[in-house]
């Protein structure tokens, strides 16, 4: 009788591809999966430790499966991804529960840590992260059939003064254009009509590989793949944007006019401080030239606030900045210590309450630019992507625009019967309503 699997992904997109890698190596090996961890004879656990609160829910995690050696048919307990590349060995006293460790550049030994016997394979396995995986590795989709994430490198060469990922990610390693190609035709045939391209930075993509791979002659190559309708680019570093990248989104038809650009503050000190390379007028020209390249963009950015030694003129200029800029959409983050990093010994340590003060100050604005962006569609038709019923209201069939990536934008709520439009299918809507994210949109025909 086949073992029985139940994993559980936590985090970013990226981790869910490097989750959907292993269930398909563990199909391929004979496995199965279920929903129930009860059920489960082998628990596996692919955590995230981006910031403090992120390890919080994986350390919970794990100990709620580890509660099933007891409750279940639980017998084996494995641990992957960020968490283990970042404390390492370590857990190996802290979790006693957990029987494996495999770190973020491990993952491809999932089955044979899973068929091997009692204490034939190490309990660890960390080490510097140097693995991705290729076309050749089977992956099952865990999400929505019509949609998917493509993992175009991994890794990370900047050294951001708050950010851990380079320790947890390694340095950035890019797939071939053929490598990811073949993915992409593979995801066709199983029913994926979008794309959405995601990486660590995907700006660099392509500079590693010393053949003159970039993120145009990969956007373009992919237009190619039969079945494919829209692709959409995530994290891109605003610094070194190629323009073959700007010429392909405003040349391709399926490459959607969408850009999600973190740029994290606008205040020269807090940039210089956070160690991004680039000025409030550098960004304002990095801006410029894409709106002048790709007119109709939708832009998306994330901020963080309370970073060490934030002032009130320095959230001023982060405001106004935002005011001027008029993105489609934000995220705010309020800035978290992380051991290891070389922001977290900084002076001038900002106060909690003062970093959630800022954070709902600059989202409360950002929504009503977010609702006046949006208003310019009332009265316009657009194609969305349906997705299926809504998250927030089952009742109601929910799509998306090509400005709208899945999971973090809004969304086009539909207006009027839904029975016949199923999930995955591209239809015309006219729409009649917006809101501070969201839009409501009325099928045509």
Not at 133 to 143: C, K, N, Q
Not at 218 to 225: G, N, S
Not at 428 to 433: A, F, L, P
Request: net charge negative; proline share 5%.
């Amino acid at each position: 009788m086949a073992e029985r699997v139940h994993l559980v992904s936590l985090g970013c997109p990226k981790n869910r591809v490097d989750s959907e890698v292993m269930v398909g190596q563990l199909l391929a090996d004979g496995f199965e999966f279920v929903d129930d961890p009860a059920d489960a004879d082998v628990i596996v656990v692919n955590t995230c430790s981006f910031i403090g609160p992120a390890t919080e829910e994986s350390v919970d995690t794990v100990l709620e499966m580890a509660g099933y050696k007891d409750t279940g048919h639980c017998r084996k307990l494995v641990v992957t991804g960020c968490m283990v590349q970042r404390f390492g060995r370590a857990l190996e006293d802290e979790l006693p529960e957990v029987d494996h460790f495999l770190g973020t550049g491990e993952y491809h030994r999932i089955a044979a840590v899973l068929k091997a016997r009692d204490g034939a394979e190490p309990r660890s396995y960390v080490d510097t992260p140097l693995y991705i995986h290729d076309e050749l590795a089977p992956r099952i989709s865990s999400w929505r059939p019509h949609s998917a994430y493509l993992k175009i490198s991994e890794g990370c060469d900047h050294r951001c003064a708050f950010c851990i990922i380079p320790k947890l990610r390694g340095r950035l390693r890019s797939r071939t254009i053929p490598s990811l190609v073949s993915e992409a035709r593979s995801l066709a045939e199983q029913g994926v009509v979008e794309l959405n391209l995601v990486s660590q930075d995907s700006t660099a993509y392509g500079r590693d590989l010393g053949d003159g791979s970039d993120l145009g002659g990969l956007l373009r190559a992919l237009c190619r793949v039969e079945g494919i309708e829209w692709i959409r680019l995530h994290y891109a570093y605003p610094i070194g944007l190629p323009e073959s990248l700007l010429r392909a989104m405003a040349e391709e038809e399926k490459v959607c006019a969408y850009l999600d650009i973190p740029l994290q503050h606008a205040s020269g000190a807090m940039l210089k401080a956070m160690r991004r390379g680039v000025t409030r007028a550098g960004q304002e020209r990095i801006l410029d030239r894409v709106r002048r390249f790709v007119p109709d963009v939708t832009l998306r950015t994330t901020f963080i606030v309370g970073f060490p030694g934030e002032t009130d003129a320095d959230f001023a200029e982060l405001m106004d900045f935002v005011e001027a800029q008029r993105f489609d959409r934000v995220g705010v983050f309020t800035y978290q210590p992380e051991e290891g990093t070389p922001a977290a010994t900084l002076p001038g340590q900002v106060p909690d309450a003062v970093k959630r003060e800022r954070q709902r100050l600059l989202m409360e604005r950002q929504a009503a630019i977010s609702a006046e962006r949006l208003q310019r569609f009332v009265g316009q038709r657009m194609t969305v992507l349906v997705d299926g019923p809504s998250d927030v209201h089952p009742e109601v069939l929910a799509a998306r625009s090509r400005g709208q990536a899945p999971e973090v934008d809004g969304c086009v709520f539909l207006d009027g019967p839904p029975a016949s439009v199923a999930a995955g299918r591209f239809v015309e809507v006219d729409i009649t309503q917006a809101a501070d994210h969201d839009l409501v949109g009325r099928v045509v025909g």
